[in-house]
Each structure stands twice: as structure tokens, then as C-alpha cells.
């Protein structure tokens, strides 16, 4: 065994007596065990989190979709798509016609986004979980088209699904439509029933979701769609799909997956979790610097000792070594505990559930969730030898400075 290690093992482990540096060493080690645990916990947190509403998201939207670089809408009546359509890997192909419209119901008005679906939107069989009201439905028995609308335009207009007397009224401006004296004229007015509510988030929460057919009439569009939304079968390879779409489609359009149709949430989640974790990792920090303290009193405490050590023969680097290696065993036995202890409560969160979280998250026993990340603990475990190393290799460097000094009064 490495000399420095064996004698700074023997001074954390030996003392029969409880002096100030073994209780500010014990603090020392508590202050990285729990900033350890409480990163792994949070870290764990901010996983779950973001599993739970990337899910809730997946629910809604497709795993790829085709839009146009330019213009808003394309026509996919083309050889192309009408290929991409018999794909036998393809689980839903849905044609999706998207505007800004103002929406009516009773004496209040409402600017949401009007979204068209072709038939296979509704092969998704978790549209029924993101309803809160009514029913995911966007024909009567009669094939007469209904609407499903978030929650935001639910909210701002009373509207009440179960009541068949008031349909919602949704005006279009007309193209190329001249001014005229009546602004009633310069609109497309549809009326449609809604059948239900969902929600999902606030960026879609504004939608009115109906039948494409009812879409094109209201926008007077007959051909063109703004997007073409893909779902494929278990165990396709969506990276390499999307690959070869891009590759055969051109230029001219681009095939985003989830997470490229929706930056901003996904950046938004990135930024909160990376931004805990500086401010916990310099709550580590100022835990790890406590070393510094201790290490120092230590050397005061351990004069006679170095003074004997090098009469003995031993040189600046392993009185150095020592010192180092004390302030990383510290730290070390600090941060494994610290990990455990983290682990441990995730697990015991994961099984029992006795945090919970309020309002309308959708997780089972409103469990507070907890996705735990082996890349966690290995992210963790390298801040904290980075920070030990800086701190105890400080503290090493204090030990020998006033050497001399101690070899004179010795």
C-alpha cells in the first residue's frame, strides 16, 4: 500500500479520541453526503418529470411528420406520398390542415388554432387518456363532423360538451377576398358540435381538433395539407426511417421527430434540470472547501508527526500525499453514502409513493415521479472528484508550506 494512503487512513480511522477535527472532518463528509444525495434525488426527480410529460406529449403527437421548408401547406397527392402511404411499417399516416381561426360560442369569442385530421389520427389509442370531458369523437353516427377542444378554449368560452343547442360557431377570413362594408362577408362561417375536452399542455391546449373535410370547407383549401403526421409499428427504427425519408423526399421538406417538433419544451426541461444542477453543484463546493478547514487543522494537530516523518527521510511529496489523500477519502466515503442514500429514497419513492403531486399530472397514485439514470450517478460521482481533487489538492499544498517552520520549532 501507497505510504501516503496508509498514513492518511490510519489518521481517519485510528483516533480513539473525539477531537475538533474529527467532528469538523465528520462534517466535512456530511456536507458531501448530502449534497450527493440530495443531486441524485433531484436529478432523479427532473427524469421523471420529464418521462411523464414527454409521454403525455407522445400521446398527441406523431413520431415523425413531414412539413414543407416553405409555404404553409403542400399538396400530398403526389407519387411520393402515395407510396409513403403503403408503407408496411406504418402504423397511422394522418393528413393534418392547420389555421388560426376565431372561435364563437354564445356571446364570447375566442383565437385558437383550428386542426383537420384525416381518419387514421384516431388509430391512436391513447387519445381517450388525455380527455377530460366528453368523448374523443369527430362524427355523429350520421357521419356529421364534431370537434374536440382544449382545455384553454373550453375555459375561455363556457363551453359546455353535454349541451346540444349551442354549436361552436369558427369564422376563416376568405382568400383573396376584397374589403367590403360588411365584415361578416369577409369570413367563412362553419358550425360544429364539440364531443369532448382535452388536455395536454399549453401549447396545444388552444386547438380545436375536427374532421380534415370540415377543415378544408372553413379554410378553403380542397388539396393542401400544412403536415403529414406518421406513426409507425413497434420496433421500427425511427432514426433510420427518418433518414431515408429525408434522403428521398428532398430538399424541399424536412421530417422532424418529436423532439425537433416541440424545442422549446424539451430545451425548456434541459435548461430547469441543468440549471439545479449548477446550483447544487456549488452547494457541493462550498461542502468540499470545508475539507480545506479541516485538512488545515489537522496539519496543526499532527506538527510532531510531520516533524518526525521527515527526519525520517520523508520528502514535501509525501507529507503532500498524505494530506491529499485524507481530503479524498473524505470526500469519497461522503459521496458513495450520499449516492446510496439517494438511491435508496428514489426506490423507496418508485414502490411507496409517499411524496405526492398535485393538480392534474397524470401519474399513477399521484406519486411524485422518479426516473432513475445510471448516467446520473456517474455525472455526479465526477463532479465530486473534481471538486475533491481542487479542494484536497489545496489543502496538500498547505501542509508543506510552513514545514520548515515546523522542523525549527520541533
Same mark, same amino acid.
Given at each position: 500500500m501507497?505510504? #501516503?494512503?496508509? $498514513?492518511?487512513?490510519?489518521?481517519?480511522?485510528?483516533?480513539?479520541?473525539?477531537?475538533?477535527? &474529527?467532528?469538523?472532518?465528520?462534517?466535512?463528509?456530511?456536507?458531501?453526503?448530502?449534497?450527493?444525495?440530495?443531486?441524485?434525488?433531484?436529478?432523479?426527480?427532473?427524469?421523471?418529470?420529464?418521462?411523464?410529460?414527454?409521454?403525455i406529449n407522445s400521446n398527441f403527437s406523431p413520431e415523425l411528420r413531414v412539413e414543407a421548408r416553405l409555404g404553409k401547406t403542400f399538396d400530398p397527392n403526389t407519387a411520393f406520398f402515395r407510396s409513403l402511404h403503403k408503407d408496411d411499417r406504418l402504423f397511422s399516416y394522418t393528413e393534418v390542415l392547420q389555421d388560426k381561426v376565431v372561435i364563437q360560442y354564445g356571446d364570447k369569442t375566442f383565437i385558437g388554432n383550428l386542426k383537420g385530421v384525416s381518419s387514421e389520427f384516431q388509430r391512436n389509442p391513447h387519445l381517450d387518456s388525455i380527455i377530460l370531458d366528453g368523448s374523443f369523437t369527430l362524427h355523429y353516427s350520421n357521419n356529421s363532423p364534431m370537434? +374536440?377542444?382544449?382545455?384553454? /378554449?373550453?375555459? &375561455?368560452?363556457?363551453?359546455?360538451?353535454?349541451?346540444?343547442?349551442?354549436?361552436?360557431?369558427?369564422?376563416?377570413?376568405?382568400?383573396?377576398?376584397?374589403?367590403?362594408?360588411?365584415?361578416?362577408? %369577409?369570413?367563412?362561417?362553419?358550425?360544429?358540435?364539440?364531443?369532448?375536452?382535452?388536455?395536454?399542455?399549453?401549447?396545444?391546449?388552444?386547438? /380545436?381538433?375536427?374532421?380534415? %373535410?370540415?377543415?378544408? *370547407?372553413l379554410l378553403d383549401i380542397p388539396i393542401g395539407v400544412s403536415s403529414i403526421d406518421l406513426n409507425y409499428k413497434k420496433g421500427t427504427d425511427l432514426a433510420a426511417v427518418q433518414a431515408e425519408l429525408q434522403e428521398k423526399i428532398g430538399k424541399g421538406?424536412?421530417?422532424k421527430?418529436?423532439?425537433?417538433?416541440?424545442?422549446?419544451?424539451?430545451?425548456?426541461?434541459?435548461?430547469?434540470?441543468?440549471?439545479?444542477?449548477?446550483?447544487?453543484?456549488? +452547494?457541493?463546493? $462550498?461542502? @468540499?472547501?470545508?475539507?480545506?478547514? #479541516?485538512?488545515?487543522?489537522? /496539519?496543526?494537530?499532527?506538527?510532531?508527526?510531520?516533524?518526525? =516523518?521527515?527526519?525520517? *527521510? @520523508?520528502?514535501?511529496?509525501?507529507?503532500?500525499?498524505?494530506?491529499?489523500? %485524507?481530503?479524498?477519502?473524505?470526500? =469519497?466515503?461522503?459521496?458513495?453514502?450520499?449516492? +446510496?442514500?439517494?438511491?435508496?429514497f428514489c426506490i423507496l419513492q418508485q414502490h411507496y409513493g409517499f411524496i405526492t403531486v398535485d393538480g392534474k399530472i397524470s401519474v399513477p397514485n399521484n406519486a411524485?415521479?422518479?426516473?432513475?439514470?445510471?448516467?446520473?450517478?456517474?455525472?455526479?460521482?465526477?463532479?465530486?472528484?473534481?471538486?475533491? /481533487?481542487?479542494?484536497?489538492?489545496i489543502s496538500a499544498r498547505l501542509s508543506v508550506k510552513g514545514l520548515d517552520d515546523i522542523k525549527h520549532d520541533l
Open positions: 501507497n505510504t #501516503s494512503i496508509y $498514513i492518511a487512513k490510519r489518521y481517519l480511522v485510528s483516533s480513539k479520541k473525539m477531537h475538533a477535527i &474529527n467532528i469538523i472532518s465528520g462534517i466535512s463528509m456530511m456536507g458531501i453526503l448530502i449534497g450527493t444525495a440530495v443531486l441524485i434525488t433531484l436529478l432523479s426527480v427532473f427524469n421523471g418529470l420529464e418521462k411523464v410529460i414527454v409521454g370537434a +374536440v377542444i382544449g382545455v384553454i /378554449v373550453q375555459n &375561455n368560452l363556457s363551453v359546455n360538451v353535454h349541451n346540444s343547442f349551442f354549436p361552436l360557431q369558427i369564422y376563416s377570413p376568405k382568400r383573396g377576398n376584397s374589403v367590403s362594408i360588411n365584415p361578416a362577408d %369577409e369570413f367563412t362561417t362553419r358550425s360544429i358540435f364539440p364531443s369532448g375536452v382535452f388536455s395536454i399542455q399549453q401549447d396545444y391546449d388552444d386547438i /380545436v381538433i375536427v374532421p380534415i %373535410e370540415f377543415a378544408r *370547407g421538406f424536412t421530417v421527430t418529436r423532439r425537433e417538433q416541440d424545442t422549446i419544451l424539451y430545451k425548456t426541461l434541459n435548461y430547469e434540470k441543468w440549471a439545479l444542477f449548477m446550483i447544487l453543484t456549488f +452547494v457541493l463546493i $462550498i461542502a @468540499a472547501f470545508n475539507i480545506v478547514g #479541516s485538512l488545515t487543522i489537522l /496539519v496543526i494537530d499532527k506538527r510532531k508527526d510531520i516533524a518526525i =516523518l521527515t527526519s525520517l *527521510g @520523508a520528502n514535501k511529496q509525501l507529507i503532500r500525499g498524505i494530506f491529499f489523500f %485524507e481530503g479524498m477519502m473524505i470526500s =469519497l466515503i461522503g459521496c458513495f453514502i450520499g449516492m +446510496v442514500l439517494g438511491l435508496a411524485y415521479p422518479i426516473d432513475i439514470k445510471p448516467v446520473d450517478f456517474g455525472l455526479v460521482f465526477l463532479t465530486v472528484i473534481i471538486i475533491s /481533487v481542487i479542494a484536497s489538492g
